[in-house]
């Protein structure tokens, strides 16, 4: 049941950026049908466009960290509101704090993991000179490009779950750094470093 | 088998340098409806999160159920036997009743289909409803059916009445007298409502500043404790002293009012003594008791 409250919380945000990529998808595709015949790109602006592919990716996995093991309201209300409450309530459950975070965390992993296949493979067709020769270098890109993301994943996981919403990745506001004051009633904090036990 | 569900001693915990607990002791006896009485900032929330595993405590013992809190795996299986109710009765905002009761169960392998369905038909809660479109007496009753059905041994009801109607109020208590007669499940439940205290409450504790000023069984603090009300004929007839045995003496003109924990006899025969006076020997009631430790404390 932890796998179907992780992805209740998960499955709003993984609607909003599959709306935005793929209106920013939608968008370019049709510009780029429009444009006027163009010579092929040069190498290193084919470099910067792949590069350029990552940000919308980063910015999807801190979203899908939301606020790790605390739970945010749903849709798109102001996430702040019950965060610790309910909170409690998940706490209170016969459950480690390793299989809430482990469980939290595998499923907006998996939930960036989509995002990520899917708009590479739709940003390949869009642009296809951008796209790797191989198969296996798609896949090669396709795991950096993961691998990557995670990175800012678990730092903004990391972020919500110890620092109790004092600096938070807002999934709202993308890349936002949200100063606030500390809160000295997080269980999590509270309780030291024994909350993961 | 202890006789205690909950066993608290020298408990102390502080957040940031200020001391919330300051050595809590407290027993609560198995099967019982336990009173958590204190004011605002006594202490009582923070116990109860300490009771759950929440927080940690400075230094002090806590066993519930017979186990030790502070290990990982018997804090567990504490929190596999019991229901906690938090004070703000907060719980997932993006789930329906109906589902929140469906990611619930699973954990619990004792838990009440058959309580579930009666709690939902008397409580009648809308299964579709969203949670945050629930009345406060609504979520209420919610958690309440989240913590009661789950077969707990004991329920941890942090101010369980707080922002109800009367009638849901008598609801809600009955229902939790009910639990506890009918599961032996043992109530520990904080309030500012001392009528409902005294109305299912069998032991009270009462609590000032992390530390426990009163606790044992309400009756036998209700016989303990006994007030005289004398009125003189005279404000220069009221005595300066009295004998020893009154808790507080509380003056209002000629009208004395004596709460007195021992030696009443003695008080009676001192106010008997004082010419006109008019001695009239008062029941105590718990709001008596506890406004006249705090007050004090």
């Known amino acids: ?197 | 088998m202890s006789d205690f569900m909950i066993e608290i001693s020298a408990l102390r915990k502080s957040f940031k340098g200020n001391l919330a607990l300051d050595g809590l002791d407290l027993r609560v006896p198995r099967g019982s409806i336990f009173g958590f009485l204190g004011k605002n900032g006594a202490g009582k929330t923070t116990t109860m999160k300490l009771l759950v595993g929440l927080l940690r405590p400075d230094s002090g013992a806590i066993r519930v159920l017979g186990l030790d809190t502070s290990n990982p795996a018997e804090s567990m299986q504490i929190r596999n036997r019991m229901g906690f109710v938090t004070e703000d009765k907060e719980l997932y905002p993006y789930m329906t009743v109906e589902q929140i009761i469906r990611f619930t169960r699973p954990f619990f392998p004792k838990w009440s289909i058959e309580l579930e369905r009666r709690y939902l038909e008397v409580f009648e809660l809308p299964l579709k409803r969203k949670i945050p479109a629930l009345s406060k007496g609504m979520r209420s009753k919610l958690t309440l059916l989240l913590a009661a059905c789950r077969g707990a041994e004991l329920l941890i009801l942090d101010e369980p009445t707080e922002g109800l109607d009367p009638a849901a109020t008598e609801d809600l208590l009955r229902e939790l007298v009910t639990i506890c007669v009918t599961q032996g499940t043992t109530v520990f439940f904080s309030s500012h409502q001392l009528s409902e205290v005294d109305q299912i409450a069998d032991h009270v504790a009462i609590i000032d500043r992390g530390h426990t000023i009163v606790e044992g069984a309400l009756d036998d603090l209700k016989v303990r404790y006994e007030r005289l009300q004398v009125v003189f004929e005279s404000d220069s007839a009221v005595p300066v002293r009295w004998v020893e045995g009154a808790e507080s003496v509380r003056r209002e003109g000629r009208m004395v009012s004596i709460l007195a924990s021992r030696n009443v006899e003695a008080l009676l025969a001192q106010a008997r003594s004082i010419p006109g006076a008019s001695v009239e020997r008062l029941p105590v009631t718990l709001k008596d008791i506890f406004l006249e430790h705090v007050r004090r404390n």
Not at chain 1, 3 to 25: I, P
Not at chain 1, 91 to 98: A, D, K, T
Not at chain 1, 175 to 187: F, H, L, M, N
């Open chain 1, 1 to 197: 049941m932890l796998w179907y409250k992780a992805w209740l919380e998960t499955r709003f945000g993984l609607a909003f950026l599959f709306g935005l990529y793929t209106l920013v998808w939608l968008v370019a595709s049709t510009g780029a049908r429009m444009a006027p015949e163009k010579q092929a790109p040069k190498p290193q602006e084919i470099a910067f466009m792949a590069d350029a592919f990552a940000f919308p990716f980063i910015a999807a996995a801190i979203s899908l960290a939301g606020t790790g093991i605390k739970t945010p309201s749903g849709g798109f209300q102001n996430q702040v509101k019950g965060l610790h409450g309910s909170t409690l309530y998940t706490l209170s459950l016969p459950v480690s704090r390793q299989r809430l975070v482990g469980i939290r965390s595998a499923v907006g992993l998996l939930d960036t993991a989509v995002v990520i296949v899917v708009f590479t493979l739709l940003a390949w067709r869009l642009f296809p000179e951008t796209g790797q020769n191989t198969l296996g270098e798609r896949l090669a890109h396709l795991a950096v490009t993961f691998i990557c993301s995670s990175t800012f994943y678990f730092l903004s996981l990391f972020l919500a779950t110890f620092l109790d919403g004092s600096v938070r990745l807002s999934r709202n506001t993308f890349t936002e750094v949200r100063a606030q004051q500390p809160g000295k009633s997080s269980p999590l904090l509270s309780a030291g470093p024994e909350f993961l036990t």
